[in-house]
């Protein structure tokens, strides 16, 4: 089955949906004047102290604070704050940490008061992105990740990713990166790394190596609250996180030429003969109504979830809980049959759960209510197959065996806020006041408006945009369609589309630059 991955760029965000054959699996939005994402970097001030909370409360630049606790400071935090003032002060000349001598490492029960005070500027790191009403959560532990290494800089240790099981190849790589990786600095071995050469390894090293470098000139003359370094554009940081040996991509389709670019530079730059299946999207239809995205969104997000079988689920939401309830359709039936019939919706349903906790980003106490089974294997199956279904799922999460009553919680990190996508649409006609035209004028309402339009010579050729529905009315009839009719009528020439993300009663047009004409 093809995984591929669809890049939407629009002027307020950038969208990168996974499909997996034709189904959406996992969706990610990013808005482009967003400051505070997970992994940047800020040279930041404290506010102020929360001894007992053992806390501090950091000015990042967001409209609140941004929280900081002190098993959030790492070992390393009096090194890390003397290197700052150093770097500050001109007295660290370089960015290299060879000739730089540690202070000794904090206790793990000590008091955050004992390390900062208000007012002093400390190095921080996004951890958790703003969620709900709180501000960004932060770390002082320094990390750099790149495609087969993570680089901590104040550290003297290199780990290899428990998932690469061949003893002999750990220790290629234990030995490989002691001698790439620079004095005090340590190092993690992801699993991509595995099998890879030496000439990759060393060029991902000194690609972070260069961050961290960069990073050092940009403190020299920040000044707090600033950003002293940003991840990569989101659309490059997922393809590094996401394209490893157990996920690699037949096709990435962008439809923006300067998101294209990097992004084929960057595949051109990490994987062989790749960077080919890069292609920029030049339909006439939007990126992700070509690939029925929007429709799968529409279906997908909102209260009730369908499945094909008939069965649905009803997904509710509080801060942080969630309750998702798996309901049969009048799907099971009576008898003996009852028991096969809900372990086989119950074994659709995992499938579908984990696949709207990744599309959702759903994180936190996840309570789920399957629907009732009486025998003991069947309970197991279902808990193997909720297992199994949760693999290929990035974020930290822990699957919890049936309880007494059948439920099955679920517990799932995040670090960004919930992807939620109203499904619900405004009347376009009425905007929200619940009473609209007779939908019977809306073709003479359209006739008149297009009639109206191609009186005026400079707006040929002309399209003209609506709902599918109204779509299959016009075209109705294979000789005496309205549609015909009124290029007979009009004797001009025009176009009629379709767009799934339309409302019922919404119709548009546009000129041949694209442009929509009011």
């Keep these: 089955m093809s995984n ?60 609140k604070d941004a929280f900081l606790h002190y098993l959030d400071l790492g070992p390393q935090i009096r090194s890390l704050n003397k290197y700052i003032q150093d770097t500050i002060n001109g007295k660290q000349k370089s960015s290299n940490l060879m000739y730089f001598k540690f202070d000794p490492e904090i206790q793990k029960d000590g008091k955050i008061g004992d390390v900062l005070k208000a007012g002093s500027h400390v190095l921080v790191k996004i951890a958790k992105e703003p969620i709900s009403q709180k501000g960004p959560r932060l770390s002082c532990e320094l990390s750099f990740p790149g495609r087969f290494v993570v680089l901590v800089p104040f550290a003297d240790k290199i780990s290899v990713s428990s998932k690469i099981k061949d003893y002999s190849e750990r220790d290629r790589l234990r030995k490989t990166l002691q001698a790439l990786i620079p004095k005090n600095f340590g190092a993690i071995v992801r699993t991509a790394a595995e099998n890879q050469s030496v000439s990759d390894l060393e060029k991902d090293v000194n690609d972070l190596i260069n961050r961290w470098d960069n990073m050092f000139e940009h403190i020299k003359s920040a000044q707090p609250p600033e950003k002293v370094l940003g991840e990569l554009n989101r659309a490059t940081t997922i393809l590094r996180d996401m394209v490893n040996k157990n996920f690699t991509f037949d096709h990435i389709f962008v439809n923006d030429k300067k998101y294209f670019e990097e992004i084929r530079s960057y595949i051109q730059a990490n994987f062989t003969n790749k960077e080919k299946d890069v292609k920029l999207y030049q339909g006439k239809l939007p990126i992700f109504e070509h690939y029925g995205i929007n429709k799968q969104i529409k279906s997908l997000f909102g209260r009730n979830v369908p499945m094909k079988s008939g069965a649905y689920l009803i997904i509710e939401h509080t801060e942080a809980l969630h309750v998702i309830d798996v309901n049969s359709g009048n799907n099971i039936k009576s008898g003996e049959s009852q028991e096969s019939s809900a372990l086989a919706i119950n074994m659709e349903a995992a499938e579908e759960i984990a696949r709207q906790l990744r599309l959702r980003d759903m994180g936190g106490i996840i309570v789920v209510d399957f629907i009732d089974m009486y025998r003991l294997e069947n309970k197991k199956t279902l808990y193997k197959k909720m297992k199994e279904a949760m693999k290929d799922d990035k974020a930290k999460h822990n699957v919890l065996p049936p309880s007494k009553i059948g439920l099955i919680q679920i517990t799932r990190e995040r670090v960004r806020p919930q992807i939620n996508i109203e499904t619900k649409e405004v009347c376009p006609t009425c905007a929200g006041t619940g009473k609209t035209n007779a939908s019977i004028v809306l073709i003479d309402e359209i006739h008149i408006r297009l009639n109206n339009m191609l009186r005026s010579a400079s707006t040929k050729p002309l399209r003209l945009i609506v709902h599918p529905y109204v779509e299959a009315y016009l075209k109705k009839g294979l000789f005496g369609s309205t549609y015909k009719k009124w290029r007979k009528e009009f004797k001009k020439q025009f176009t009629l589309e379709s767009r799934d993300s339309y409302q019922f009663l919404e119709f548009r047009f546009f000129g041949p630059d694209g442009n929509e004409l009011v």
Excluded: W
């Excluded at 991955?5 to 950038?14: K, R």
């Excluded at 959406?24 to 909370?53: Q, T, W």
């Design 4 to 63: 591929d991955l669809i890049v939407n760029v629009s002027p307020d965000e950038v969208s990168i949906a996974l499909l997996r054959g034709k189904d959406l699996i996992e969706i990610n939005k990013e808005k482009n004047n967003y400051a505070f994402n997970v992994g940047d970097y800020y040279f930041a001030k404290v506010s102020r102290v929360i001894p007992n909370l053992n806390a501090a409360f950091v000015d990042v630049g967001y409209e």
